[in-house]
């Protein structure tokens, strides 16, 4: 039971922060800045496709594919480092 709670804890926070460091790989700006940019926009879109569409499964499947788009960029980068210090 411990353990799933967990779950319902951990991937929520590494999904905003996989998020976060997608946006501040792409804009340059530090990571503590990219959070409440992440976390407010990722909330919008959940509950306005709650709205449009009568189910979560919409703004989860958004956050999937921005989750997958924030590790591209950080695998992708020109230099060659995952994350470069600047941002971290």
């Known amino acids: 039971m ?3 709670e967990l779950v319902f804890v951990l991937v929520p926070m590494i999904t905003y922060a ?3 460091v997608g ?3 792409s804009t340059k700006k530090q990571f503590g800045y ?6 407010i926009s990722l909330s ?4 306005v496709g709650q709205f449009v569409f009568h189910t979560f499964q919409f ?3 958004v956050a999937v594919a921005l989750v997958v788009i924030s590790i591209s960029l950080m695998l992708a980068q020109k230099d060659g ?3 470069s210090r600047k941002l971290v």
């Open 2 to 4: 411990f353990i799933l």
């Open 18 to 20: 996989l998020v976060a």
């Open 23 to 25: 946006v501040s790989v």
């Open 34 to 39: 990219c959070i409440p940019l992440a976390f």
């Open 44 to 47: 919008l879109i959940t509950y």
């Open 59 to 61: 703004g989860f499947y």
């Open 81 to 83: 480092t995952v994350v």
